[in-house]
């Protein structure tokens, strides 16, 4: 199904099913320990053994010699793979550095050995047997010191143009009455999903199938035969349940491959996690970045001149944190430019985490649009709001589809008692405590991407969806069968959905807060071809026919929905593809996020009070899954804020705090109740569901809002995260 | 004080005592331990959600690897294996221990309650319908941990066990959520459904008032 022109009336806005906080379908197994995750799959395949991975102990160099006689020969060790048995390993289109390294290495705890065994306890033994001779070569680790040799990267990717100028930036800025200059930093982070990346492998000849745990199924098929040399059509890839990804399982990752190859050599089915303590440094991180921004206002506090420039790190031929694309949409402004420039780094790859880009670039704008609005002597919302705009203001003949960020202000000011703030910092006292309260805008794009699927409508009457669409905890399983409900004119208990396996329809897979729209667009295209056979099926005019109530009514005539399967199982499969409505107009999604703050009076301990966000994100398909998409990411972002932080080690090239005791994210007690509130939305131009996505939305904006508030609390400004009471300490008030 | 030696010897003995071939393991490189013997196995019984099991296990075999990897129970989770997330809760003879950070040898005879022994999906225990309905869980996989953490939590909220929030160590404890945000903390949920957990507990706990 072609969707090149905004959407009408249709089915889904009948909202029988669609739109309704229903409970997860897939709940009471994940509450019972019942959803099988990819290391748990014992019933796929017998006599799995048990692999274990070895890191290279260096950032930079190459390996020498790798002595592996002791382990061979350990109890129960069946193989031991290195680059010297791999075969031939290809580089996956999605990976910067290789999977396996040996003899070069180009990341520390990059894999350069598996270890197969009869149990993971003769494995993990086992390779501690394995020794080394590395050669060490100088690497560059520290971004700041990196900087300058920064270079302007190839455009291309999600990111677009890396360098963007319109108006005369220079000459505007210069000229303002009010102007902001200040830098900004935020650290090296990682996903630190719960689940591990994990994979069983099993060779039928020349045929590979992995149960394994990843976002973009279709990707990481492709890869995965890529990286080995074989078809893609030998490889199937499953993966139906995934604890968590956040972009960190959006591409093969060792596991996958080290279990297909330990699979191949030992001649029976592997399974591999990736050891919690090897997971940050041998896989993808959200890089570092060191942010300029310049605004120049007039008297009023409109924005004359706007400039956002960044500079990150990666390794040889990696990509930059796009975290200026932000700044191009969010406000209006006749004189603005950015700037995208990166270093190389000798760190573990870095790529996409949650709303990449967005997420650290308005890290950096909310607190500059904060300190803005501070020198101009307007409160911040209020500045948000003169600054807004209903055009790409980059392209003006571009509108917004939807944008309602001035509301999402204005509702959330009133919820959360934006008038009791006091505009100058430091005054508001609890006991020992002092209170603040902040605000940020955030702004994530609503990307799309063609998704296909096949439904099947059974004799029983049972409607059951098939795509290789995968749920990592955002609710695809309860939004699709919602769908497929609402299309089928079925209740939910009529409907199996099936996800994640590359046998199914190439989806658009879950990532960049796509998969919701684009996913569900997929199964109403692939719905109506099921509604077009089955209206055939029993003589009616596909045009007229109404499905509700499990049947099919055409005129004044009416059959059972399970009457048209009745001889044959009847199938439709389509996909739902885009025309160029998303050049036409810009499509975003908008929330005004609000935070309370406590700061300790004597120790500058932070405490999060309250929180708050208001999202305009067109049609909100399940508002009770959508709402903690929304507080999910809320407490990540509380997480950038204040803790997370991978330390680097600048001599020897490595993440130090490389498991979750050393890497801090959000507990329990350091997240209140969390508010949201979704404006009532929907945009036809987005596609045939008029919705958009909301899981990254949710995190846009909340590490400024955090920082904003600890500015109102305590007239202390840091600009580079975390925020941690040391940085805090020596300048509190008396 | 111990001499380095003495710690390095007692670092090995502990090795070794894991496995008969450890030492062979160490002897210098090339050394044909594989004739050496299989791992150090040790026969123990536990009893898991009421069931006994008899097992003969490496006695490396953490607690957590017992379940998932010989009986198949893999509800509970490995999440980091180095007591640092909490996925792997389970409850032994009504407490809530970290099943990674035990062997499962010291449990012989011990009582095990996992997630699979609270509730089925068709009668699910009221800790988990009530995180079903209150959506205290995305990705699923902190889950089950969360579930019997939180089980445990109002057990020990009743029996009057302290926290570090409890303003008064002679009073009963509150049972508020300053108190279970505290008491769950050792559960990390990276989806950030802490929100909801947090309720899920509430409404639990205020049924069982």
Sequence with gaps: MKFDTPATTNPIDQLKVIGKPTDRIDGPLKTTGTAPYAYERHDVVANQAYGYVVGAAIAKGKVNAIHVLDAKAAPGVIAVITHENAGKITKGNFNTAKLLGGPEIQHYHQAIALVVADSFEQARAAAQLIRVDYERSDGKYDLAAAKDGAEKPKAGGFGGDPDTSVGDFATAFAAAPVQLDATYTTPDQTHAMMEPHATIAAWDGDKLTVWTSNQMIAWGKGDLARTLGIPKENVRLISPYIGGGFGGKLFLRADVLLAALGARVAKRPVKVALQRPLIINNTTHRPATIQRIRIGTDKDGKITAIGHESWSGDLPDGGPETAVNQTRLLYAGANRMTATRLAVLDLPEGNAMRAPGEAPGLMALEIAIDEAAEKAGIDPIEFRIRNDTQVDPEKPSRPFSQRQLNECLRLGAEKFGWSKRSATPGKVRDGDWLIGIGVAAGLRNNLVTKSAARVRLDQRGIVTVETDMTDIGTGTYTIIAQTAAEMMGVGLDKVVVTLGDSSFPVSAGSGGQWGANNSTAGVYAACVKLREAVAQKLGFNSADATFADGQVQAGNRSAALADAAREKELVGEDGIEYGDLDKKYQQSTFAGHFVEVGVDAATAEIRVRRMLAVCAAGRILNPKSARSQVIGAMTMGVGAALMEELAIDKRLGFFVNHDLAGYEVPVHADIPHQEVIFLDETDPVSSPMKAKGVGELGICGVGAAVANAIYNATGVRVRDYPITLDKLLAKMPV | ?209
């Design chain 2, 1 to 209: 004080m111990q001499s380095s030696k003495d710690f390095d010897l007692s670092r090995r003995t502990v090795l070794v005592g894991a496995t008969a071939s450890a030492a062979i393991a160490a002897a210098p490189a090339g050394a044909h331990a594989k004739q050496a013997g299989e791992p150090a196995l040790s026969k123990f019984s536990l009893k898991v959600n009421g069931t006994a099991h008899q097992l003969e296990l490496d006695l490396r075999t953490s607690l957590l690897d017992a379940l998932r990897e010989h009986l198949h129970l893999t509800g509970t989770k490995k999440g980091c294996d180095h007591g640092q997330c909490g996925a792997c809760t389970v409850l032994v003879n009504g407490r809530r221990i970290n099943s990674c950070l035990t062997l499962a040898v010291m449990h012989d005879g011990d009582e095990i309650k996992t997630i699979e022994g609270l509730g089925t999906p068709d009668r699910l225990h009221p800790m988990q319908a009530a995180f079903v309905k209150h959506d205290g869980y995305q990705c699923g996989y902190c889950t089950p941990g969360q579930i019997c953490s939180a089980v445990a939590v109002l057990d020990e909220i009743k029996a009057g066990i302290p926290s570090h929030v409890t303003a008064d160590l002679n009073a009963q404890p509150q049972l508020n959520a300053t108190e279970l945000r505290e008491r769950m903390s050792g559960n990390i949920c990276r989806c950030g459904a802490y929100s909801n957990i947090v309720d899920a507990i509430t409404d639990v706990a205020g049924s069982q008032a």
